[in-house]
């Protein structure tokens, strides 16, 4: 009897051994897997996705130092794409003020605008390159001129009539550079509409060539009065009476005269030209006709 018992309780603390074993066991094993399983979660954890997802919600107000690059990126992306402003640009023609939209300032140097018999004459600004540079700024558009309603005084290209563009550039045999286009004056003689342009390459601080303009709003014609030039001491100055355009041109002579002055009187209705003399008494920009002083300072 007492064999039995002793051989019971011998089998009752052998089972309890193998547990105890079986579970020191397996609890080693599920240590091991973790380990393992560590670096594949670090790796998951570092995927573009997750990155991104951590670094927003770790600092929404943009304060943590990791994640500042990646918002100024976004900031540069958001301030090129950004639209600019539109603006106005105010213009007093016979009491009355009018406007024209522009988005840079460098953009109102090309906005011009006179009163005609038959509306406003304008022209907005094209679209230009090199902005920033005062030599090198060009149109990449040609400026184009348009005919708005007096009553119109928000001046826009989808309310007006277009007359004519400029070209782009033109040649000249003695320059081997495209010359740029560009307006210098815009004035009015009834339904007449009188202009200057200059002509220049990029690179040059100044126009050698600049052409006097009348342009007829009823027969949409357009005539080429003269070429003058303002360069290596050459002026030129013009005004308008009536319907005749005084001009003047100075330009370097040889010694002992180093300075010619000539001056023109153009009538738009004859479409003629003639020299006329000038008052010495008067400065070199004023004339006297039909007993009008003229200043010939217009540009």
């Given at each position: 009897?007492?064999?039995?018992?002793?051989?019971?309780l011998?089998?009752i603390?052998?089972?309890?051994?193998?547990?105890?074993?079986?579970?020191?066991?397996?609890?080693?094993?599920?240590?091991?897997?973790?380990?393992?399983?560590?670096?594949?979660?670090?790796?998951?954890?570092?995927?573009p996705?997750?990155?991104?997802?951590n670094?927003?919600?770790?600092?929404?107000?943009?304060?943590?130092?990791?994640s500042?690059?990646?918002?100024?990126?976004?900031?540069?992306k958001?301030?090129?794409?950004?639209?600019q402003?539109?603006?106005?640009y105010?213009?007093?023609?016979?009491?009355?003020?009018?406007?024209?939209?522009?988005?840079?300032?460098?953009?109102?140097?090309?906005?011009?605008?006179?009163?005609?018999?038959?509306?406003?004459v304008?022209?907005?600004?094209?679209?230009?390159?090199?902005?920033?540079?005062?030599?090198?700024?060009?149109?990449?558009?040609?400026?184009?001129?348009?005919?708005?309603?007096?009553?119109?005084k928000?001046?826009?290209?989808?309310?007006?009539?277009?007359?004519?563009?400029?070209?782009?550039?033109?040649?000249?045999?003695?320059?081997?550079e495209?010359?740029?286009?560009?307006?210098?004056?815009?004035?009015?003689?009834?339904?007449?509409?009188?202009?200057?342009?200059?002509?220049?390459?990029?690179?040059?601080?100044?126009?050698p060539?600049?052409e006097?303009?009348?342009?007829?709003?009823?027969?949409?014609?357009?005539?080429?009065?003269?070429?003058?030039?303002?360069?290596?001491?050459?002026?030129?100055?013009?005004?308008?009476?009536?319907?005749?355009?005084?001009?003047?041109?100075?330009?370097?002579?040889?010694?002992p005269?180093?300075?010619?002055?000539?001056?023109?009187?153009?009538?738009?209705?004859?479409?003629?030209?003639?020299?006329?003399?000038h008052?010495?008494?008067?400065?070199?920009?004023?004339i006297?006709?039909?007993?009008?002083?003229?200043?010939?300072?217009?540009?």
């Open positions: 009897m007492k064999k039995l018992i002793y051989l019971l011998y089998g603390v052998t089972a309890v051994v193998l547990v105890g074993c079986s579970s020191s066991v397996s609890a080693k094993h599920s240590k091991g897997n973790i380990n393992q399983s560590a670096p594949n979660d670090s790796y998951k954890n570092a995927s996705s997750n990155t991104s997802t670094q927003a919600s770790a600092n929404p107000n943009g304060s943590d130092a990791d500042a690059p990646a918002s100024n990126q976004q900031d540069g958001a301030a090129l794409t950004k639209p402003t539109e603006q106005k105010m213009i007093r023609l016979d009491a009355k003020s009018y406007s024209v939209s522009y988005t840079d300032e460098a953009e109102k140097k090309f906005i011009f605008a006179t009163m005609t018999d038959r509306g406003v304008w022209t907005p600004a094209p679209e230009l390159a090199d902005k920033n540079s005062i030599v090198n700024i060009h149109p990449i558009t040609p400026i184009t001129f348009y005919l708005s309603p007096k009553s119109e928000d001046l826009t290209v989808q309310k007006s009539v277009k007359l004519f563009s400029l070209p782009l550039t033109v040649t000249k045999k003695s320059i081997p495209p010359l740029y286009s560009f307006v210098e004056g815009v004035h009015a003689s009834g339904a007449w509409l009188v202009y200057t342009t200059a002509y220049k390459p990029t690179e040059v601080p100044q126009s060539w600049f006097l303009h009348v342009y007829n709003l009823q027969t949409k014609k357009d005539r080429r009065v003269a070429t003058l030039h303002y360069a290596g001491g050459y002026h030129y100055g013009y005004n308008i009476y009536k319907t005749k355009i005084f001009y003047w041109q100075e330009s370097p002579g040889p010694d005269n180093p300075l010619i002055d000539k001056y023109y009187v153009y009538d738009i209705l004859t479409n003629k030209t003639k020299e006329i003399r008052n010495s008494n008067d400065n070199t920009d004023v006297r006709y039909d007993g009008n002083k003229i200043s010939l300072d217009m540009m």
